[in-house]
């Protein structure tokens, strides 16, 4: 008691105010006059319309709260979106080598394309694929699109291809709808260049070129592109022919080895042949 009473002597100033603001919110309250009537009237507008001001803040964080649930969300989803694309995109392709496979003449091994080293003059490929899938040296690369290259390097579970935009390959092509033979080269750039073909014979825009069986490496009747141009080099007897690839070596995942190797005593006697 004598404590309560120590602090009632210390702050009675606030005591006091604290009694006289509660007596007039009473007799405010209890008040009929009509000038109290419309100050109660006016009090109980504004708090409401501070309170409608003010009711904003526990909704900003509310909103902070779902805009951030939304964006996971949707991150979540479109991550989705992506994979199930993805999926389709890996699926038709399946379908496609599955075809080719289906319909090949020779024994194929799939691979996937886990590394590119795409230099200026030696492009190759690494693929997933190595001797022990029965993958050696020279055998060559396929795609339902058309020829990649050809196999150059081998481990137990990994292989080395070099692809067509290499400074290294050529081999013996054909246009299919004439028979019309040449020599595919890679001459730097996007497109491949066919030789060798007489300025006298007929080249249109949009002829398949196809390997031939001339070639020791490839089997005959792959597809190696389409022409795109043909030039008659001045004071030549043969004419430049620019060779769009079939494949795109921009988007290549999947390929197939194809188990072709050459008959070994026609390759030894045409290198006899050459050589003497």
């Not at 080293?117 to 040296?137: D, K, P």
């Not at 390097?153 to 028979?179: K, V």
């Amino acid at each position: 008691m004598r404590m309560f009473l120590h602090y009632l002597s210390t702050f009675k100033e606030y005591f006091l105010f604290g009694c006289c603001l509660t007596l007039s919110v009473l007799l405010l309250a209890t008040n009929d006059n009509a000038q109290i009537k419309a100050i109660r009237t006016m009090t109980v507008a504004s708090v409401a319309f501070a309170q409608d001001m003010l009711s904003f803040i526990p909704n900003y964080f509310n909103l902070q709260r779902e805009n951030k649930v939304l964006r996971e969300l949707n991150l979540s989803l479109s991550d989705e979106v992506n994979r199930l694309r993805e999926a389709r995109l890996e699926n038709i392709r399946l379908q496609q080598m599955l075809l080719m496979k289906e319909k090949a003449e020779y024994e194929y091994t799939a691979a996937s394309v886990i590394g590119r080293q795409f230099e200026s003059l030696r492009q190759t490929i690494t693929l997933n694929v190595g001797e022990r899938q029965g993958v050696h040296e020279q055998m060559p690369i396929v795609t339902a699109a058309g020829l990649v290259g050809k196999v150059v390097a081998t481990s137990p579970e990994y292989s080395i291809g070099q692809i067509l935009m290499n400074r290294d390959f050529r081999t013996s092509a054909r246009l299919q709808r004439d028979r019309i033979d040449g020599i595919a080269v890679w001459e730097g750039g996007t497109d491949l260049i066919l030789k060798n073909v007489a300025k006298t014979l007929e080249v249109k825009e949009g002829d398949v070129i196809i390997t031939s069986e001339y070639s020791t490496i490839f089997p005959p009747g792959i597809k190696i592109g389409i022409v795109r141009s043909t030039e008659v080099l001045p004071g030549s007897l043969f004419q430049s022919i620019v060779i769009t690839p079939g494949v795109d070596f921009h988007r290549l995942e999947e390929v197939f080895v194809v188990r072709y190797q050459p008959d070994s005593a026609r390759v030894a006697l045409e290198r006899k042949s050459g050589g003497s």
